[in-house]
């Protein structure tokens, strides 16, 4: 394969790469990584707003844990905002660095390997949160979360049985 012929075929391999990592940080930033913060604040139609809950919407929360979930989820915010904004502007150097004519291997090889090293800082931070959320729960909620995970999970595998237009 001639040098051209090596470069698509990085090139192809490190806009895969982005268009993988991208999505996970998008769910792991619940959205903000697109300028969704309006669901963090209550607002638009984001799942957060007006059940107090977020993720445990559904489960008659007293609004002592509602303040204290509220707390986590803000902390949260803190502490990964400066991660949210380094791995953006990570994601935006790989693709400026497939524009244009020219293309550098090494730049892309090093900053997607940057990006990974902030997502799983992401990702620790994201289940720090959720381990600490958990804890806020009575023992009675996060049986009942269980069983609702375990519900979604088991509609899920009936969907995934059914031919794609048959899908409710």
């Known amino acids: 394969m001639n040098r051209v012929g090596k470069i698509k075929t990085l090139a192809i391999s490190a806009l895969a790469a982005v268009a993988l990592v991208t999505p ?8 903000e990584a697109q300028g969704q913060e309006k669901a963090h604040r ?4 984001g799942h957060r707003g007006g059940r107090g809950g977020g993720h445990f919407g ?6 002592e844990q ?6 986590l989820r803000q902390g949260h915010r803190e502490r990964t905002q400066g991660l949210r904004e380094q791995l953006r502007a990570k994601h935006q150097e790989v693709r400026q660095a497939g524009e244009g004519g020219s293309f550098n291997e090494a730049l892309v090889t090093q900053r997607l390997t940057e990006a990974a090293a902030l997502q799983a800082k992401l990702m620790g931070e994201e289940f720090r ?3 600490e959320s958990l804890s806020v729960l009575t023992p009675e909620q996060r049986a009942q979360l ?3 995970r375990a519900e979604r999970k088991a509609r899920r595998g009936e969907r995934r049985g059914q031919p794609r237009g048959q899908q409710l």
């Open 24 to 31: 996970i940080a998008i769910a792991q930033t619940g959205g």
């Open 58 to 63: 559904g489960l008659s929360l007293t609004d």
């Open 129 to 131: 949160l959720r381990q």
């Open 146 to 148: 269980e069983q609702r």
């Open 42 to 45: 209550g607002e638009g139609r």
């Open 66 to 71: 509602k303040a204290r979930l509220q707390q």
